[in-house]
């Protein structure tokens, strides 16, 4: 009962699949199927110890009717602590179609069904949940539908009979909201299936070949239709099942991640994306020093109206102390949000005080520079007040997030 190793380094499918899977014979000898099968079925899994037996029992019976011996089935657990890694394992002796690999460095849906085809030996790739929330007849339609030519088959809860169980209105408004900004942010991805957030697909694997994918989350559809060469798609609709066992994984995080995953593609895919990889600019971190800094500009508008509003104090004192407020409150969110891996490196009280100061006269340094620049554009261009204004912060927010990262949290000694 062979456990296969975890590919490694970058999320990239081979175009030649990879060597035949070893074989143990009686005498103890170790041989090679010579028999690469037309379709790789993932299976990404974690705590699904109840449901893999029976899941792997349906799945071969569905497709042992047409496509038996031309198949193989890939479990590839996230090192579960019930164990789904080694149940699967066992099965392989009355599944021989079956491989098992475990993961226990890497954590996540999508990168798991990566990993998976890196090691799959079929011309088709899928994918399909370990929890019998996808109904597995559905998948000879999708195989029925790469038989005719196409790049990839998509099951679709919104077309023909398909829909969802028992979904509360509350989950069916976060999928179709969640569509809705994907159709804003990547609507010439998005907009090409009625499903994109469907999590049950099969794919050409000379589609995605050799193209480096880097997903997020646990909307792989998405990267498969940012990133790969898909010409044609076919749809299929089917009913999402609610689980049998266990709770369902969905959570606010997966949410977050599936905007964060398109803003990423979005980038990637614009000129500006590729100018910002060239530079090797640190985009996440600046989007987090932009929150930061907007979180600010809420506290010294608080501050400054109960100083000045509320107690009475004068506006030009109110003001300084609402910006050093603000200040500090930028400084204790980036210190241990924006630069956490910097700052950790650092954090007795003397470094942390001359970031502080640091981050001070840099931000003073930014306000001057503000004033000039918003001076410049009005005056010296007759740019409108209000626009000048906007650029003049967005360019000051770049200085200081740069200066901060090069000149501030930086780590210059370490013991």
Not at 10 to 19: H, N, R, T, Y
Not at 38 to 46: A, G, K, N, Q, R
Not at 382 to 399: F, H, Q, R, S
Request: charged share 20%; aromatic share 10%.
């Amino acid at each position: 009962m062979p456990l296969f190793s975890v590919p490694t380094g970058e999320l990239v499918i081979p175009a030649i699949a990879p060597s035949p899977r070893p074989i143990e014979n009686p005498d103890g000898r170790t041989s090679f199927a010579s028999d690469a099968p037309l379709f790789s079925l993932i299976v990404p899994t974690f705590n699904e110890g109840q449901s893999i037996e029976a899941l792997v029992a349906v799945l071969t019976e569905r497709l042992n009717q047409k496509w038996i011996g031309q198949y193989e089935l890939i479990v590839v657990d996230d090192d579960s602590p019930d164990g789904t890694w080694a149940i699967a394992l066992n099965l392989t002796e009355t599944y021989p179609q079956l491989r098992v690999v475990r993961r226990q460095i890497e954590k996540g849906l999508s990168t798991a069904v990566i990993r998976g085809w890196q090691v799959a030996r079929g011309k088709i790739l899928g994918v399909i949940d370990g929890d019998l929330q996808h109904p597995p007849e559905t998948l000879l339609d999708l195989l029925e539908q790469m038989e005719q030519g196409v790049d990839l088959a998509v099951a679709s809860r919104h077309i023909g009979e398909g829909g969802v169980s028992t979904w509360s209105v509350v989950r069916r408004f976060l999928s179709r909201g969640a569509q809705m900004l994907g159709l804003l942010l990547l609507p010439s991805v998005v907009s090409r299936v009625s499903d994109p957030m469907s999590g049950y697909f099969l794919v050409r694997r000379a589609a995605i070949a050799e193209r480096t994918l880097n997903p997020l989350g646990y909307k792989i559809l998405i990267e498969v239709l940012g990133r790969g060469a898909i010409k044609t798609i076919a749809e299929v609709g089917y009913v999402f099942q609610e689980r049998q066992d266990g709770e369902s994984k969905v959570t606010w995080q997966h949410y977050l991640d599936y905007l964060h995953h398109l803003l990423r593609l979005r980038l990637d895919r614009d000129r500006l994306g590729v100018f910002v990889r060239r530079l090797n600019f640190p985009v996440k971190r600046f989007l987090k020093f932009g929150l930061v800094g907007g979180s600010g500009v809420v506290v010294d508008m608080t501050i400054l109206y109960m100083l000045h509003g509320v107690v009475g104090l004068g506006l030009t004192r109110s003001a300084i102390a609402a910006a050093e407020v603000a200040i500090i409150s930028n400084f204790i969110w980036n210190d241990i949000w924006t630069f956490s891996d910097l700052s950790r490196q650092q954090r007795d009280r003397q470094r942390v005080f001359k970031r502080f100061l640091k981050f001070n006269l840099i931000c003073l340094a930014g306000l001057v520079l503000k004033v000039l620049l918003l001076n410049l554009l009005f005056n010296l261009f007759g740019m409108n007040a209000y626009l000048a204004n906007l650029l003049a912060i967005a360019a000051v927010t770049l200085w200081n997030f740069w200066v901060n990262l090069k000149l501030n949290w930086r780590v210059t000694q370490v013991k």
